[in-house]
């Protein structure tokens, strides 16, 4: 089998933790029946020095004739000179790419592994139970993009409004991403809306109730969106695959993220219709420790699993690499970012070759 990968690792710690994902790639080649072909381009402030440009044509051409596409993180200081060079830049790269391929789901993991409860701002009692969250959040409908959106009126009745729409493919296509990703974990899917007052909810639910019976081998329940960020917090393990509209998920998907306490650690992909997805790491560019060797890997390394999960099917490949991940820290390794009291303290290159080490 064979796949071509788009490999655009953009600035600050991006090129240094896309060198540890592809190390990770290289062995999964050498243990499974598949070869990669990388093609690497320019995007974010490296693309800007080169072309004036965040997303230039030779940087889609390449994502276009790609299986997939493998991102870093885009972004420079704030205080930065060349103001241009930055300004827009998440959304010139992140936006543009997500409009050109239509990456309408995006998966957001919030692992919290037992060894890194400590991390975890949960109790102590709750975070040593450890979760595994899939959030599943559409990413191109909903009250982000409904129209119309606008200002209106003047003085004391001036008025602002925005459109909350979703049409039933919408929906239908989002819970199929989150049941189907159920059938590849625990098989369970809480759908999160608001049905008790907002009537896109009201239908947000009989659409995924309709999706759910598709898939009797997944559990299904709804919840409404302030019951779970309170749950969240209380009995995070209950939750397998969390289905979200683009707002609810925008803001759940933060919170699971920082509940487990480690912004290095959480990978991301965004998926269009059939096996094209984009793979990125949920964190920035971290200027501040960019060049130092010194950023956590894992978030990147994970992501690069999951494109062999979500773009590839390789799921087993997928487990083999969270396996790994998961034993090396178990054996007390930590990237400055995680790390506690008597841990072993590596770099990004040592963590990498660790990883692969256990593989
Ligand atoms: P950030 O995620 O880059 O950094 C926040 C903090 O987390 C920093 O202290 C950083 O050192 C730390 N951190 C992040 N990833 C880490 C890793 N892998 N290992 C160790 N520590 C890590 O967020 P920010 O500081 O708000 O933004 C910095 C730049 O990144 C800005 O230009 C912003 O626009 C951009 N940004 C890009 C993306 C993206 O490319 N997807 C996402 C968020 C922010």
Request: aromatic share 8%.
């Amino acid at each position: 089998m064979k796949r071509k990968i788009a490999i655009l690792p953009g600035d600050g710690i991006g090129p240094e933790v896309m060198n540890e994902a592809l190390k990770v790639l290289d062995r999964i080649e050498k243990k499974y029946e598949v070869e990669f072909k990388y093609e690497h381009a320019l995007v974010g402030g490296a693309a800007w020095d080169d072309h004036k440009n965040h997303l230039p044509k030779e940087t889609l051409d390449i994502c276009h004739r790609s299986d997939a596409i493998l991102f870093g993180s885009v972004g420079g200081p704030v205080a930065e000179q060349h103001l241009e060079r930055w300004s827009r830049v998440e959304v010139n790269s992140l936006l543009g790419l997500r409009k050109e391929f239509k990456l309408y789901a995006n998966l957001r993991p919030a692992k919290l592994y037992p060894a890194l409860a400590a991390a975890s701002p949960l109790r102590a009692d709750t975070a040593e139970k450890g979760f595994d969250i899939l959030v599943v959040r559409e990413l191109t409908g909903g009250i982000y993009f409904g129209e119309p959106k606008g200002r209106a009126g003047e003085g004391e009745e001036e008025y602002a409004f925005d459109t909350l729409v979703y049409a039933r493919n919408e929906i239908r296509r989002i819970a199929h991403i989150a049941f189907k990703a159920a059938q590849t974990r625990d098989k369970r899917v809480i759908s999160i809306d608001k049905a008790n007052v907002l009537t896109t909810m009201v239908f947000w639910r009989e659409v995924v109730e309709e999706v759910a019976k598709e898939y009797p081998d997944v559990t299904y329940e709804p919840m409404y969106v302030d019951n779970a960020a309170q749950q969240l917090t209380i009995r995070p393990s209950q939750f397998d695959v969390m289905l979200c509209g683009n707002m609810f998920g925008d803001i759940l998907s933060d919170e699971a993220a920082a509940i487990t306490g480690s912004l290095g650690m959480l990978p991301s992909a965004s998926l269009a219709d059939g096996s094209f997805g984009m793979y990125e790491p949920g964190g920035g560019s971290a200027p501040d420790i960019a060049g130092q060797g010194i950023a956590n890997p894992i978030a990147q390394i994970m992501s690069a699993a999951m494109m062999l999960k979500y773009s590839f099917d390789m799921t087993e490949a997928y487990d083999d690499i969270a396996n790994a991940v998961e034993s090396v820290l178990n054996d007390g390794y930590r990237t400055g970012d995680i790390k506690e009291p008597g841990c072993k303290l590596v770099g990004t290159k040592e963590m990498g070759n660790l990883i692969v080490g256990k593989m």
